[in-house]
């Protein structure tokens, strides 16, 4: 399968080795928290830079976050904030000049494995579902092929392993399975193609699933109809997810807890409902601004964050929100906030006014 941005292994991006829907989507969240408790996925103050022909630039400044033993989680920010750099990173498929941190999966450094280890981990223990399935499926193969080929990598017998991939395309909806197994990508409808996508990442049964956008493509009604069979195959196979969106509106749905990133750093992070009625981050803040209400309440106007997020070759110094925040301090251009929870309790917060923030619940809404 074509690797976006990487190698057919995917190591130019490591280190030399040597690593009724909603409600029920969200039972469970309240006050769930795995960071650095056994979780499946943890990482930890992960870097990671490119060469460009602007020198080297920083796409991630430190960012950890972790996926608990069949939690979801929902990564969330603006374009560029480095969601998909972060997801690429743990299946080495970035092509990044330098890479520090740990990415812990079931306690193994996947930035220090060999690349033969990094194969077995991919495609077997961890499944990824891209965004586009048409640039991440070959258009000359037939979707049987391509889907059965996770398996036979493996060494499972073809007989076995196209067995196997027409009861998976089966399970994702697609009718009369065996049979269409012998058509092209460009035979499904985009929701189809990403049912396909999602059989691909299962087949082999993995324990953690990285979707990056999976339903951006789609419209709302097909968009809705593969959350809904993601979180079904979630349940039913007790599987973790890292779920990638610029959509805090789908994210609520999904997630059990949320990652909120801007300019290559974790802003705040916590359990969904947490993150939605309890923010302490200007950014989550604004972010949550901009969408229609869910209360029944009609806004006079949808407002949108002013301005637009950084490049990384052009980060500002201090807090990189601070051009766009309305709430900024002298000391915020000045210095980093670290993410941590403020006084008062609460949950990670990288902002110097987080406690300020946490006194006055609701202050920007
Ligand atoms: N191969 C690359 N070479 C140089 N810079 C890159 C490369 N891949 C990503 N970047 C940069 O890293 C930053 C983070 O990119 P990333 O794709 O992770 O953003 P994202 O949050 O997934 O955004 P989007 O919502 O648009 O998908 C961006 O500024 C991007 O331009
Ligand atoms: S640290 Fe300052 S600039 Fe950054 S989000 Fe908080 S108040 Fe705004
Ligand atoms: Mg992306």
Redesign the pocket.
Known sequence: MAMP?GGADGTAARRDPAGTPADRRRAGAAGRSTVGAGALLEIRDLTLS?Q?RYGL?Q?LNGVSLSVGHRERVGVV??????????A?AVLGL???AEVTGEIYFDGEDLLRVSPGRLRQVRGKEIGYIF?DPLSALDPVRTVGDQISETLRIRGVRKAEALRRSADMLRRVGIRDARHRMDDYPHQFSGGMRQRVMIAMALVAEPRLVVA??PTTALDVRIQAQVLDLLLELAEERSLSILF?T?DLGVVSGFAERVVV?YA?RVMEQGATDELFYRSVHPYTLGLLESLPRLDGEIPGRLTTIGGKPP??ADTPRGCAFHPRCRYALPVCSEQVPPLVVPPGGGHPSACHRAAWLAERPGVLR
């Open positions: 941005g490119f460009t630039v796409a920010g603006e374009s560029g904030s480095g969601k998909s750099v972060t690429q970035v092509p990044a965004q990056d956008e990638i610029h990133m290559g490049s990384p």
